[in-house]
């Protein structure tokens, strides 16, 4: 399986791998499944292993190191296994003693694939938590069955906790806050390095092109910008882009209509230089269609910059009492160009662009504002951080492994 899955990934075009990979994981799902169907033991004591894509530059990524922080800062001494190298084969991270609990943090198609590429004897018998994101009010089908391999999924959000739920899943389901402030963090504000004059408004847009471009959204922020600055000077904005895609800029650029105010970066940033970004900026837009949690809106808060976002889907969860902040919308048919999201039937987020340009007009105006609006939001993210206390996780599936 893993040749195909490297085949596909390299001979096929993305909506077609798009299409195939949902058949490869429903073939790991069956494989992982009948595993369990043949008899686990119940749980006993032991290590707690945490798995993740670490060091890679994503959003999934990054959670997982937060995660594994967390666990580590609450005292529970876990096991770092990379979910890459679980693919590839390679288990020998895995402690070979069993019991103790295993958090996966990945989706279900990856996560079903580590599950049916191990040996069996290194995973029946511990406490498997699942970690999933997902930014539709359903998730996909296949999904439904993945949740039959864990004893327990954990959702970053109110948001994907109840999509887990309306989409069936019987597996228990518990909110855990990405642990973004734990601790908070830390970064030099340096406007020159980024190219941020003084005395113009630093706004920053920023999305990662493989989760969807439609559903980011890094569009909808050029046309707020251009609507809430109509003449060049006042205001320059930055649009940030992973995954660069030479189409997508050559478009931007000519929705930019020449602007030298608008500029476009495609730089690969190690973290720190990230935060360092957004902590240079006075205003993070995001006119995302939906999102899981929103961890880069979140982290502009605790760096001091408000974030002004969609009022919908997961960053509701530490902005919900940040009117000023929230972008106006109607749900409409999820409709994605990129295919990364299939879902008839399904609703997500139009921000209004007139609603989101009088509320960064009046941001740009207020020193005083943006740093109260972005103390209330860091506040407000801090709180979610409670779900992390060594007593908090000890009613989790994890904790249940532990005693």
Known sequence: MAGLSNLLKSATPSRLRAALYPVLTRRAISKALQQVKKGEPGPSPGRVIVSGLFGEPSGVGRAAELTLAAISEAGFKPVAVGVRSLLAGDAGGIPQSGGGAWVIHCNPDEAARVLART???????????????????????????????????????????????????????????????????????DRARWGFEDGRLAVLAMGDLLSSATRKNLTGAIDIYLRAFAAPGAATLLIKTMSADPGFLEARRAQAGGRQDIRFMTDALPPQDLLSLIASADVLV??????????????????????LGTGWSGNLDFMSGLPDLLIGHQLVSATDETGVYRAPGLRWAEPDIADAATKLQRLSVSPELRSKLAASGAEAVKTLGHAWTRERLHETALGQALR
Do not use: C, Q
Not at 129 to 146: N, Q, R, S
Not at 167 to 189: D, G, I, Q
Not at 288 to 299: D, I, K, N, P
């Open 119 to 189: 040996d069996p004897a290194l995973w029946l018998g511990r406490r498997r938590i699942g970690y999933w994101a997902w930014e539709l009010e359903k998730t996909p089908p296949h999904w439904v069955d993945a949740a039959r391999l864990f004893h327990e999924i954990w959702a970053p959000s109110t948001f994907v906790a109840d999509a887990l739920r309306n989409s069936a899943v019987a597996t228990p389901v518990r909110v855990m806050p990405h642990p973004v402030s734990l601790p908070s963090p830390t970064a030099k504000r």
């Open 286 to 307: 995001s006119p995302h269609r939906s999102e899981g949690f929103g961890l880069t809106l979140a982290e502009a808060m605790l760096l001091g910059t408000p974030a």
